[in-house]
């Protein structure tokens, strides 16, 4: 196993161990000036179980593939690709999704105004 493919081996050990579908995780490695950047796409379903709460699981990935990148001196990023078809919802349109509609003399009827 050569150094260069370390952490592409890495990160889907990772990723197919935390996903529903294993089969459907692709990892790609590009080197730029930059330092290394691995992109990851999964199947649309295991998104949120890669991302976790908050961001908290992709985050922990990140951190342990910079690890890797240092030990083998290298500056390594990683990119989690949106799947086609995904749905984003920014926090604008979740503020506005949990606020029912209300009709504001409905609002009154129980007061019998």
Do not use: C
């Not at 889907?12 to 294993?22: F, M």
Request: net charge negative; proline share 5%; charged share 35%.
């Amino acid at each position: 196993m050569s150094s260069d493919t370390k952490d592409v081996e890495f990160l889907e050990y990772i990723v197919k161990a935390l996903v529903d579908h294993p089969e459907d995780v692709k990892t790609e490695r590009k080197v730029d000036e930059m330092g290394v950047l691995l992109s990851v796409r999964v199947h649309p379903e295991d998104m949120g179980q890669l991302i976790g709460k908050k961001g908290s699981t992709a985050g922990a990935i990140r951190s342990l593939i910079r690890i890797i990148g240092l030990k083998n001196q290298a500056r390594v990023n990683l990119k989690i690709e949106e799947p086609e078809g995904g749905s984003r919802v920014t926090p604008k349109q979740e503020a506005t999704a949990s606020k029912p509609a209300s009709n504001p003399t409905e609002d009154f009827e129980d007061f019998k105004i």
